[in-house]
C-alpha cells in the first residue's frame, strides 16, 4: 500500500491521511514499505519521518510525564524522590538501558539547592549526585539511534533499499529499550508509591498530574472533530509499538455511534501485562517485579481491584478529567482483567450516545447539559473531497 500523507490543521504537520483500513497498519512497515519499493526516495524518507515522529510525540509525553512526578516527589520528600531514581536505574538495567535521561536532570536540579542533588558533566558523561557522593549515570534519550538514523537517510537518498532496510531495523530495535524504559519507570514508581504513601495518595498523584499537564489538551478536544481524534491517538499508538510483534499495529472499527480502536497489546500496559515477545521478560506484576495492582476498587479503576495501576491513567485523563472538564469521557476504555487479551478505547460520535454505565463506573453523573459542543464529525473517509 502507498502510504498518503497530508497536513493535520491542529497539529500543523503531516501526519498519514488513508482510510481507516490503512491506518490500521504500522507506519514502520509502511516505511519498509516504501524503501524496498525504492521508486520514490522522497516518499520513502518523509514516511520514515512520520514513523519516527509517531515514536518522539510518545518520548515528550512521557517526559513531562516523569519530569512532573520528579519535583513533585520531591517536593514532598526529596530523599524518596532520590531513592526512586536509584531504584529506576536499577530496574531500567533489565531492559539494556544503563542510564536515566539527561532530560529530566533540570527537574532533578530543581530539588538540588536544599537537598544537595546536582549534575556533573565529565569526560565520561553526565551524572547526578547526592551529597553523600552516590551517582546515577545520564545520557541524552532523545539522542537514541541518531547515528542508524543519519546512515539511514544517507542510504535512502543514495538508493541503498537492502542497506537502508537493516538500518530501519536496526533503528526500530535500538528505540526499543528506551520507549520501554519510560512506562516500566511510571508503573514502578506507582508502585512504590502505593507502597510508601498508600494507594489513595497514589491515586490523588496522578489526578493531580493529569490537572498540570492534560487540561490543556483535554479542553481543546470539542473543536476537534471526532474521526480527527481518532487518528491522533492511533497515530500515537503506532508509535507506542502496539500489536503482534510490537511493530505498531492496530484494529479500528467503525459503527453508527462510535469507533473503536484495539490492540493486542498496546505497548505500554498491554506489553508489561505480558512476557516479552521479543526480550522475554516476565510480565511485570511477575516475579522479580512484582510491580503494583488496586488492591480496592476505585473510580480510577473503574471500580475494579487487580487493575494495574499503570493503566489507572487510562480512566484517570480521558475519563474522569475529560468529565470533570467537558462533560463526558473523550473515550472510553474497554479494559479486560486478562493481561493476554487486548484493551480498546471507543471514541463516541456523540457524547449523547455514551451510555450511562461509563459514567456510574468513574464515579460521574451523566449530564447533557455539561457537554461541550463538539465539532460536527466530518465525512470519514479522510481521502473524500466532499
Not at 491515586?203 to 481543546?220: E, F, H, N, Q
Not at 491522533?232 to 462510535?258: C, F, Q, T, W, Y
Amino acid at each position: 500500500m502507498t502510504t498518503q500523507l497530508r497536513l493535520d490543521p491542529f497539529l500543523k504537520r503531516n501526519m498519514r491521511g488513508e482510510d481507516w483500513e490503512g491506518q490500521q497498519r504500522s507506519s514502520f512497515l509502511e516505511a519498509a514499505d516504501a524503501i524496498r519499493r525504492n521508486e520514490n526516495r522522497a516518499a520513502a524518507a518523509e514516511m520514515v519521518e512520520v514513523y519516527l515522529w509517531e515514536m518522539q510525540w510518545l518520548y515528550g509525553g512521557y517526559l513531562a510525564w516523569v519530569k512532573d512526578w520528579i519535583v513533585e516527589i520531591g517536593r514532598r520528600d526529596p530523599q524518596r524522590c532520590w531513592d526512586y531514581l536509584v531504584r529506576a536505574h536499577r530496574h531500567l538495567r533489565h531492559l539494556n538501558v544503563d542510564t536515566l535521561p539527561v532530560e529530566v536532570a533540570d527537574a532533578v536540579c530543581s530539588l538540588a539547592s536544599d537537598h544537595g542533588i546536582g549534575l556533573e558533566n565529565g569526560p565520561e558523561g553526565s551524572i547526578l549526585r547526592n551529597r553523600e557522593r552516590l551517582s546515577i549515570p545520564l545520557s541524552a534519550w532523545l539522542d537514541v539511534g541518531s547515528a542508524t538514523l543519519a546512515r539511514l537517510r544517507q542510504q535512502i537518498a543514495s538508493g541503498e533499499a537492502a542497506a537502508a532496510l537493516t538500518s530501519l531495523e536496526q533503528l526500530h530495535a535500538e528505540h526499543k529499550p528506551v520507549h520501554d524504559a519510560y512506562s516500566d519507570w511510571l508503573w514502578l514508581w506507582m508502585t512504590l508509591l502505593a507502597h510508601d504513601w498508600g494507594e489513595e495518595q497514589m491515586i490523588d498523584l496522578i489526578a493531580s498530574s493529569g490537572d498540570r499537564l492534560r487540561t490543556a489538551g483535554l479542553k481543546a478536544l470539542p473543536a476537534i472533530p471526532v474521526a480527527d481524534q481518532v487518528r491522533h491517538m492511533v497515530a500515537a499508538m503506532r508509535g507506542h509499538r502496539s500489536g503482534p510483534g510490537e511493530l505498531g499495529n492496530v484494529r479500528i472499527v467503525e459503527d453508527e455511534e462510535k469507533f473503536t480502536v484495539s490492540f493486542d497489546a498496546c505497548g505500554s500496559g498491554g506489553r508489561m501485562r505480558r512476557r516479552g515477545g521479543i526480550d522475554g521478560l516476565p510480565a511485570r506484576q511477575d516475579a522479580p517485579f512484582h510491580f503494583g495492582v488496586t488492591q480496592k476498587a476505585h473510580p480510577m479503576s473503574w471500580g475494579k481491584t487487580g487493575v494495574p495501576y499503570y493503566c489507572l491513567h487510562c480512566a484517570a485523563y480521558a475519563e474522569m478529567q475529560s468529565t470533570d472538564l467537558i462533560g463526558y469521557p473523550s473515550r472510553v476504555t474497554l479494559f479486560d482483567p486478562d493481561g493476554g487479551k487486548p484493551c480498546a478505547w471507543s471514541f463516541y460520535k456523540r457524547p449523547e450516545d455514551i451510555p450511562e454505565h461509563f459514567f456510574d463506573r468513574i464515579g460521574k453523573t451523566r449530564d447533557p447539559s455539561r457537554f461541550a459542543r463538539a465539532a460536527p464529525v466530518q465525512n470519514q473517509d479522510p481521502n473524500s473531497k466532499s
